[in-house]
């Protein structure tokens, strides 16, 4: 399969790892770590707690039945997961799952109740960080046109513009 997609010349810089603990806009001390094995339950209770409206592109899915299928896929081997946690409860969770041209799809969900505190900024470096110490190069992610508060983070943190359909922008950033 052969993708046209572009990427910027120059890496993005260095980006934070996890385990971190942040505090965010709010107080609240959040925890970002990558996935363990026992993070499953926690993230199925995230995403049935996540509001509709929030939803993008189909994702996260609406049943616990789905979403315990698409963690399926989202935390497999070859996918690099992290999450944000409140004391014992998910409230944000990052990823990166492989394409099929040597590249890296990020999809990033906060709950509504923790938006606009500066979690997903940091969930989202801390990923990105991650990554680093992995052996991976470009990532790249779709965000409908219409959610500046996303394309402005997602630009804040070294993402470009690479691509545009009717009401989907792409972007892509270069880690290494």
Same mark, same amino acid.
Not at 63 to 84: F, G, M, P, R, S
Not at 128 to 145: A, K, N, P, S
């Given at each position: 399969?052969?993708?046209?997609?572009?990427?910027?010349? +120059?890496?993005?810089?260095? *980006?934070? %790892?996890?385990?971190?603990?942040? $505090?965010?806009?709010?107080?609240?001390?959040? &925890?970002? !770590?990558?996935?363990?094995?026992?993070?499953?339950?926690?993230?199925?209770?995230?995403?049935?707690? *996540?509001?509709?409206?929030? %939803?993008?592109?189909?994702?996260?899915?609406? /049943?616990?039945?789905?979403?315990?299928?698409?963690?399926?896929?989202?935390?497999?081997?070859?996918?690099?997961?992290?999450?944000?946690?409140?004391?014992?409860?998910?409230?944000?969770?990052?990823?990166?799952?492989?394409?099929?041209?040597?590249?890296?799809?990020?999809?990033? *969900?906060?709950?509504?109740?923790?938006?606009?505190?500066?979690?997903? $900024?940091?969930?989202?470096?801390?990923?990105?960080?991650?990554? &680093?110490?992995?052996?991976? +190069?470009?990532?790249?992610?779709?965000?409908? %046109?219409?959610?500046?508060?996303?394309? +402005?983070?997602? /630009? /804040?943190?070294? *993402?470009?513009?690479?691509?545009?359909?009717?009401?989907?922008? +792409?972007?892509?950033? %270069?880690? !290494?």
């Amino acid at each position: 399969m052969t993708v046209n997609r572009t990427y910027p010349d +120059e890496p993005a810089g260095t *980006f934070p %790892r996890p385990s971190r603990t942040i $505090t965010d806009k709010e107080g609240r001390e959040i &925890q970002i !770590r990558a996935t363990e094995p026992d993070d499953r339950d926690a993230l199925v209770e995230m995403y049935t707690a *996540f509001d509709p409206s929030d %939803r993008a592109q189909g994702i996260p899915p609406v /049943k616990e039945y789905a979403i315990d299928n698409w963690l399926d896929t989202v935390l497999a081997e070859d996918c690099l997961n992290v999450i944000a946690w409140d004391g014992e409860e998910a409230v944000g969770h990052s990823m990166l799952v492989p394409d099929n041209a040597d590249a890296y799809e990020l999809a990033i *969900f906060v709950l509504h109740t923790y938006q606009g505190a500066g979690i997903g $900024t940091e969930l989202l470096k801390t990923l990105l960080g991650h990554v &680093q110490e992995h052996d991976i +190069e470009t990532v790249w992610l779709t965000v409908e %046109r219409w959610n500046e508060p996303a394309i +402005e983070l997602y /630009k /804040k943190v070294g *993402f470009e513009v690479c691509g545009a359909e009717s009401f989907e922008i +792409e972007m892509s950033i %270069r880690l !290494r």
